[in-house]
């Protein structure tokens, strides 16, 4: 895992070192622009050769510019650097830019689009490199339209784009915002929020840590992180199939007969000893002759019909170690009453996902009965908004408020997905960042609940289940689309593959 942090607690870290340990501010700029250059000329030698363009503001992002280019420059005489912005340098840049100026480097100043676009067309050739270290993490609102129109001069210029901390023009907090897409973004010491949220993995590209000498017992009290790697439940040569849990999955309605299927194999091929379907009466005849190890049965139904016997429900899921409920189930009295039955009477980890999210936002005295401890809520971000009353804006305005002030409502865990999926709980928060299109497609969410409900009837803790399912899942999309296109991978593609070796 990797630590992810707050622009706030990264100027902390800095303050901290600096008060603590008496390295002054321009001694730690001097070590993150020097170890950005090492990466430089050890990972963009040849694109090094043909010259580099640093775009250095007024502020320490600027000053680490300089230092770059200091760093640079014995190795790549051809430095250009373009002194953008306004207001007064901080001293820390001004002293590098004397520096630059001793050392003969060019530096233009450039006020204007067309003065750069001038400028570009009487380069006898593109510089190999465009090293962007404009605004550092401090960046907030929009970008200035002469930034902007600077900016589009350079979208298409033919270099390998490096960021300094986040791309100019990315709020490091939330991810919003409009940049240049990077090649490459060393972010000084830690990853930050904004790289992973929003706009950030569209245009950071890869992400390279710094370090520059932040203590790591400062880190003690970050509970922020990126997982990359998925853990599997043990397995025993001496098993049998009590040995890995007991999984029910709870769904199904008129017009929405896959989704419990998808979920049911999901949790038999990620390793779940027994998988039971429950699903409505009038549509359990079409499960019956789906895979032969998943075993189907229809709800049980009161005297009157049509209403689930709750006395009976309750007595099947006593003997179970984990629940998936919502997938297709419907938004209809049957389903409310059904619901609220598993929310009051289950005791083991339970996966509420799908259409159980939607009856939890329509009838939101429910959420009293999620605080227990075993409740995991699975909402993509159009599930999330109405839960929590949000508008989409709302919520991509500032993705980790809104999780964190509901999470904090309903004191349950929630894996929140979308291309950058977050899981939170009171405790901490991990970012998720596997997979791709191949998983926008109907299915992909109840495939992700019935591994999670596998994993955690298997003895994974409902957190571990949950970010490693989220990684499996993703990685397996990811590998299969190396040799087969995207758009035609389907969820049963990938739970077919779920197992694989390689994976």
């Known amino acids: 895992m990797r630590y992810v942090l707050s622009p706030s607690q990264m100027r902390e870290m800095d303050l901290r070192t600096i008060e603590d340990f008496g390295i002054s501010s321009p001694i730690l700029m001097e070590v993150a622009g020097a170890r950005c250059a090492d990466f430089i000329k050890q990972n963009c030698a040849e694109a090094l050769a043909d010259g ?53 480097i060019s530096i233009q100043r450039i006020s204007d689009a067309e003065e750069l676009s001038t400028l570009l067309a009487f380069m006898p050739q593109p510089a190999g490199i465009l090293v962007d270290a404009l605004f550092g993490i401090g960046f907030h609102g929009t970008l200035p339209s002469m930034i902007q129109e600077i900016f589009g001069r350079f979208e298409e210029y033919p270099a390998v784009k490096i960021a300094i901390d986040i791309p100019s023009g990315l709020d490091a907090h939330t991810g919003t915002g409009y940049s240049l897409k990077m090649d490459y973004t060393l972010a000084i010491e830690e990853l930050k929020y904004g790289h ?33 790697q998925y853990t599997l439940p043990e397995r025993y040569e001496d098993a049998h199939k009590g040995s890995y849990g007991r999984v ?78 919502g997938c297709g189930m419907g938004l209809d009295a049957y389903a409310l009453a059904l619901l609220k039955v598993i929310l009051q009477s289950s005791s083991v980890p339970t996966v509420v996902d799908a259409d159980a999210l939607n009856l939890i936002s329509e009838h939101p005295e429910l959420e009293e009965y999620l605080s227990k401890g075993n409740f995991l809520l699975t909402p993509h971000k159009g599930e999330f908004c109405r839960l929590a009353g949000l508008d989409m804006k709302e919520l991509e305005q500032d993705t980790l408020k809104a999780l964190k002030d509901y999470q904090a409502k309903v004191k349950c865990p929630i894996l929140l997905k979308s291309h950058t999926s977050i899981y939170m709980d009171s405790h901490k928060t991990i970012f998720l960042t596997s997979g791709n299109d191949a998983l926008a497609t109907g299915g992909s969410g109840d495939m992700l609940s019935g591994i999670i409900s596998s994993f955690a009837a298997q003895g994974l803790e409902l957190s571990a289940a949950a970010t490693s399912a989220s990684l499996l899942m993703g990685q397996t999309a990811e590998r299969l689309s190396q040799t087969q296109q995207s758009y035609s991978l389907t969820p049963s593609d990938i739970i077919a593959h779920l197992g694989d070796k390689d994976a």
């Open 52 to 104: 580099v363009i640093l775009l250095c503001g007024r502020g320490n992002n600027g000053g680490d510019g300089y230092v770059i280019a200091r760093h640079l420059y014995e190795s790549c005489p051809e430095l250009l650097i373009l002194d953008i912005g306004s207001g007064k340098m901080s001293p820390e840049t001004a002293h590098n830019r004397q520096l630059c100026e001793r050392l003969g």
């Open 196 to 228: 992973l949220l929003e706009n950030g993995r569209s245009y950071c590209g890869e992400v390279i840590t710094i370090p520059i000498g932040i203590p790591e017992s400062y880190k003690d009290d970050v509970n922020c992180y990126q997982m990359t």
């Open 248 to 325: 029910i999955v709870i769904g199904g309605s008129v017009g929405f007969l896959g989704s419990v299927k998808l979920a049911s194999t999901a949790a038999l091929k990620s390793g779940a000893g027994l998988i039971y379907l429950y699903t409505r009466q009038e549509i359990y005849p079409y499960y019956t002759n789906m895979t032969d190890e998943i075993m189907v049965f229809p709800i049980p139904e009161a005297d009157a019909g049509n209403t689930p016997d709750s006395a009976q429900i309750v007595k099947f899921i006593q003997k179970t170690d984990a629940i998936t409920i």
